[in-house]
């Protein structure tokens, strides 16, 4: 439960406490004059016969409708979880590694093939996240804005094919620029981007380019490791596996230490990819689904009104001083015994 404004519940001790302050002025003011009147303050004869207790309820009723109806104006809410809080939905990049070795062969039938697969499926059961599209080799490309159409990206996914890019290389921190970039330009918050990569890196130090851009565009990295740790080599397109300068076969291996780093430098996580997406899924429970309710719990359309509560709750208080009427009830006087006339004889 929230209010939609809390600062009326700070005046309640304030006002509570001055009303209880005006009512021992006003007693001690009442006992001055009573004294001035009689004469003297031990004079039972001019105390007031009002009922005590009627009096203290009296007080209580009003302290307690004092403090429902300053519960009532400051609006609570209670939160409803239904389809509307669920449409919220939460804004983020996905940077797709697009480069040669994810074609190695380590996850059947391909990091590449495991990796396109997946995400149809991820977006496919994705209901309103708005989500955006980067691919990246060497160079980083915005492919797709965020947008809510899911099905747009996956027909886009499925025309990609590392063998045509010409872009050689895998550049991790080109793919952090593009996306901080995006959500600068557009003053798009939360900012988060989902890396998907074996986490090669052939131009720098990604880390400390997370470290730089994560100040500079308060951007979150999730990362999401393919392949295995033991890896396999890079397939060409015309046959056999792909070379370095000395002739040597190229072996890509997932480095989960780069990726971990790299998200713990940005504040993110780390989730290795699986052979059937389960990363992902992880992604969602972890990450996607706290960030959807907090994101609906900022929304007051998605609380329900509470104040008729309270409301009533003063209503029965005021009734309740109505009906005990403190100022007419009465508490009968103790009769005070005459002195014997051969006494007041001697007094006359």
Request: with cysteine.
């Amino acid at each position: 439960m929230r209010f939609a404004h809390p600062w009326l519940l700070y005046l309640i001790p304030f006002l509570v406490a001055g009303w209880w302050g005006l009512l021992w002025l006003a007693g001690r003011r009442q006992e001055r004059r009573k004294a001035v009147f009689a004469g003297g303050r031990n004079r039972t004869w001019a105390t007031s016969n009002s009922s005590r207790p009627a009096q203290r309820w009296s007080q209580v009723l009003t302290f307690a409708t004092i403090t429902f109806v300053l519960l009532a104006l400051a609006r609570p809410l209670w939160f409803q979880k239904n389809d509307r809080s669920e449409l919220q939905g939460v804004p983020y990049l996905i940077a797709l590694d697009a480069s040669r070795s994810m074609l190695a062969p380590d996850i059947r039938p391909s990091r590449w093939s495991v990796v396109t697969n997946s995400l149809d499926r991820f977006l496919a059961a994705t209901r309103s996240d708005r989500i955006g599209l980067i691919t990246f080799s060497g160079v980083a490309y915005l492919n797709a804005p965020l947008t809510f159409d899911t099905l747009a990206l996956r027909m886009m996914m499925r025309y990609f094919d590392p063998n045509t890019l010409e872009d050689p290389g895998s550049s991790l921190t080109s793919a952090l620029d593009r996306g901080g970039r995006y959500f600068q330009t557009n003053g798009i918050s939360p900012r988060l981007l989902v890396l998907i990569s074996d986490g090669e890196d052939l131009t720098g130090n990604p880390i400390e380019s997370a470290r730089r851009l994560a100040r500079q565009y308060q951007l979150k990295v999730i990362t999401l490791g393919v392949g295995t740790a033991g890896g396999a080599k890079v397939p060409v397109t015309r046959g056999g596996s792909a070379r370095n300068s000395f002739g040597q076969e190229v072996i890509s291996r997932l480095n989960e230490s780069n990726l971990q780093r790299l998200a713990a430098a940005t504040g993110g996580r780390y989730y290795r990819f699986g052979e059937q997406g389960e990363g992902l899924e992880q992604f969602r429970r972890e990450v996607l689904e706290p960030m959807t309710e907090a994101a609906a719990r900022e929304d007051l359309k998605n609380y329900e009104e509470l104040f008729p509560w309270p409301l009533a709750l003063a209503l029965i208080c005021l009734l309740g001083q109505i009906a005990v009427a403190a100022e007419r009830r009465m508490t009968p006087r103790r009769w005070v015994p005459m002195a014997p006339r051969s006494e007041l004889s001697t007094l006359g």
